[in-house]
């Protein structure tokens, strides 16, 4: 590793941060052809109509486990703190690029935080709502009214899930030298140091 | 089935709208509960013309059998007994797909072309669409559409789509042999009610009535009842109508989301175009080289 470079994620995270936006997007597209007439034309990525509703199940148990091991493994460092709350008071020099005004960002940012978190809570709810409408292995054993719930709630949940998505690679777009972190796994130290100067602190010492 | 696409007025998952240059009468069955003897001939006319041979099952200790609606067993004799009013009754109900105006299965159904409605009002499912989500069970407000367990299918009641169209009444029709179920216009068959329902309000029924619920738009499979005032006395719903949750899921719901989820992708790229990248500057790159070259020669 070159000396300017400092480590944010090692193989086995990256790897695993892949697998969930790779079932994400599949995810996604098959969700949204089964939600709107719109998009059914999507269906046709997955060998049509009954595949995309064969698949989507199996792929959605994927993403899950794939993500419950993401959220132990970093749930402690998205715990929020006084400093995030002015952090989000302060949205509007977030997003006028004004960084400088912010509080200081430790591994996580706020809004990093909160993604997480509204990730979790879309995650709990699109696994337990999706095996009550999961036909033809589950569905038939939950009454008609908690189906009706829980398509709903799926639905909503995945609109969710997809908005936050959104906001996540767009951020990542937007902050350069970010998408190396997590293709790479590594950032430079002058980004961690105008990004994230509390764990910048933390990983390089006194620099 | 095959009934003419030009006849297709409504179809699943569709958005763009269906030929309308021709409209056809709106057809409508009736059964009359109070003339009904639960013989079961309709269920046996159901599978001959069907075609259909449901696995031979087993007894529950009441007259009903099958015990349930199945995907091939399209409609079934519910029998009930009752005493509204102090006195025993049999009330025997032929149960079976409602085809109702606004009908539950075509709002929710993901799939296009896969669940259709006639200009005559039929309501019927193409099964070389369905995907077997099972939305249709979830938007019916009747519990009516089953799923094939070979196939993972939706199937119900057709009203003998393929008759009808060919100007034949359907089956379970042609076969009743007390006239508890008549077919025709839906026009003629209220007038067919409204007569019936006159004759059983002489012989004591004082609320008898027709059963052809407003929530749903009305139904082209409508009832006689003898206790019209309580048609939880035949298992039916009192005021049927698809389900808010359904309505919201599959109705206000996906517009309103899919914009929303456009508009967010739009907007990231319009800030962007607007405020720029946050980009790590040369002083901030200057900073940590020096801070690392004090450090060295400390």
């Known amino acids: 590793m070159r000396s300017n470079l400092i480590e944010r994620y090692r193989a086995e995270d990256r790897i695993n941060h892949w697998v969930i936006a790779i079932t994400f997007i599949l995810l996604a597209l098959s969700g949204l052809a089964l939600f709107h007439p719109a998009m059914f034309w999507l269906t046709n990525l997955f060998g049509g109509g009954q595949w995309t509703r064969i698949l989507h199940p199996f792929v959605g148990v994927l993403m899950f486990v794939a993500f419950a091991w993401m959220a132990l493994k970093f749930w402690q460092h998205n715990m929020l703190v006084d400093n995030d709350r002015r952090w989000l008071r302060q949205w509007r020099d977030v997003v006028s690029n004004r960084e400088e005004q912010l509080p200081e960002v430790g591994r996580y940012n706020a809004g990093q935080k909160l993604l997480f978190w509204v990730m979790v809570a879309c995650m709990a709810v699109l696994i337990l709502s999706g095996i009550v409408i999961w036909q033809p292995y589950f569905a038939p054993a939950f009454p008609i009214t908690l189906i009706r719930i829980a398509s709903l709630l799926h639905a909503l949940a995945a609109f969710v899930l997809i908005l936050g998505i959104i906001v996540h690679i767009y951020a990542a777009l937007w902050v350069k030298g970010s998408i190396g972190a997590m293709t790479r796994g590594t950032v430079t130290r002058a980004w961690a140091r105008k990004h994230h100067p509390a764990w910048y602190r933390e990983v390089a010492g006194d620099r | ?298």
């Open chain 2, 1 to 298: 089935m095959p009934l003419q696409s030009l006849d297709i007025t409504r179809r699943s998952a569709t958005t763009s709208p269906s030929p309308t240059v021709r409209e056809q009468t709106k057809v409508a069955k009736l059964i009359d509960i109070s003339k009904c003897i639960g013989c079961k001939a309709c269920q046996s006319a159901c599978m001959e013309w069907n075609d259909l041979r449901d696995t031979v099952g087993d007894t529950s200790g009441v007259y009903d059998n099958p015990r349930d609606l199945t995907d091939e067993s399209w409609t079934v004799m519910r029998f009930f007994e009752v005493e509204p009013n102090g006195k025993l009754e049999w009330l025997i109900r032929k149960d079976g797909c409602m085809h109702c105006a606004d009908p539950g299965c075509l709002k929710a159904c993901p799939a296009p072309g896969a669940i259709v409605q006639y200009s005559n009002g039929i309501v019927d499912f193409h099964q070389e669409n369905c995907i077997g989500c099972g939305y249709c069970v979830t938007g019916c407000p009747f519990d009516i559409p089953r799923i094939s367990k070979q196939d993972n299918k939706a199937y119900k009641c057709t009203l003998c789509s393929d008759r009808v169209s060919v100007g034949l009444e359907p089956a379970c029709v042609k076969t009743c042999p007390t006239g508890a179920i008549v077919f025709g216009s839906k026009e003629d068959m209220i007038v067919h009610a409204d007569e019936r329902i006159a004759d059983l309000k002489e012989r004591g029924y004082d609320n008898a009535g027709r059963y052809d619920p407003a929530g749903v738009g009305g139904t082209h499979v409508m009832y006689v009842l003898q206790h019209a005032d309580r048609p939880e006395l035949y298992n039916l719903p009192k005021d049927p109508q698809i389900s808010p949750l359904v309505s919201l899921w599959k109705g206000v719901g996906k517009p309103i989301a899919l914009l929303a989820l456009a508009a967010a992708a739009i907007g990231s790229f319009f800030h962007y175009v607007k405020v720029g990248p946050n980009e790590v500057e040369d002083e901030d790159e200057e900073r940590v080289r020096d801070a690392g070259r004090a450090k060295q020669s400390v």
